[in-house]
């Protein structure tokens, strides 16, 4: 049994994020050894303008909040849904609802809720370029590739304040806001929409960030130096 204890624990971690490696210690009492890796990101996107999306779905110049995901009750989205309803109730005007992605619940009907399906890569960089910011309402996001591919496109997010793990997210990077009910969510929303400036800076922050966290080099880094603190811990217990 002492021997099976022995080798069965790890010898170094790699975590998604700081609130994965926060929640290792609160669940197991322990301080992980090991990184935080992320995601290694591609940073050789082109950066879009939003017209052949606006063009291919007859947008004119209306202003839009993105999603992109699935449409699922459990990603958040039918309190998306409520609360872009209501801030339109608030605030008449042009702006949309976009949702991407498979659709996996009844979405009600709204004239500025538009779902546009599955869009392929290039189409899907496209929206995120010309909206006014990508949301991401799940509150059970262990790390978003979305909210990356956004801050490459150098526009800002907006995310589910009740996940940490998102709220961590915007508040390394300084690329978004988060919200927590409806009264944060359409002061987020109108403040971007209202001062482009602020969403363009907060977009620029958030490539910034990407581009030191999660270049493959980086990555990378971080990956080997792991490998090698779990050789050397392994020679230690060898050695015991």
């Not at 209501?86 to 042009?94: I, L, N, S």
């Not at 929409?193 to 990555?219: C, F, I, Q």
Request: glycine fraction near 8%.
């Amino acid at each position: 049994p002492m021997y099976r204890t022995l080798f069965n624990m790890p010898d170094a971690f790699l975590f998604l994020t700081e609130e994965e490696q926060q929640l290792a210690h609160r669940l197991y009492g322990i301080e992980p050894v090991g990184a935080v890796l992320g995601i290694g990101m591609s940073l050789d996107q082109k950066k879009l303008t939003g017209e052949s999306f606006r063009k291919r779905f007859n947008l004119g110049d209306d202003p839009y909040l993105l999603y992109v995901g699935r449409i699922d009750v459990f990603k958040g989205v039918s309190e998306l849904f409520r609360y872009f309803v209501e801030f339109k109730g608030h605030r008449p005007g042009t702006m949309k609802l976009i949702l991407a992605g498979e659709q996996v619940m009844d979405l009600p009907v709204h004239e500025d809720v538009m779902y546009v399906g599955f869009l392929d890569d290039e189409m899907k960089q496209s929206a995120i370029a010309g909206s006014v910011a990508l949301v991401q309402s799940s509150p059970f996001e262990s790390f978003s590739i979305v909210l990356c591919e956004a801050w490459l496109q150098e526009r800002p997010v907006l995310v589910q304040g009740w996940s940490e793990v998102m709220s961590g997210q915007v508040r390394r990077s300084e690329g978004g806001l988060p919200y927590s009910g409806f009264a944060e969510f359409e002061s987020c929303l109108h403040l971007l929409h209202t001062n482009p400036e602020v969403g363009n800076e907060l977009g620029r922050n958030g490539k910034k960030y990407v581009e030191t966290m999660y270049a493959w080099d980086s990555v990378l880094d971080r990956f080997e130096a792991t490998v090698e603190i779990a050789q050397e811990n392994f020679r230690a217990k060898i050695r015991r």
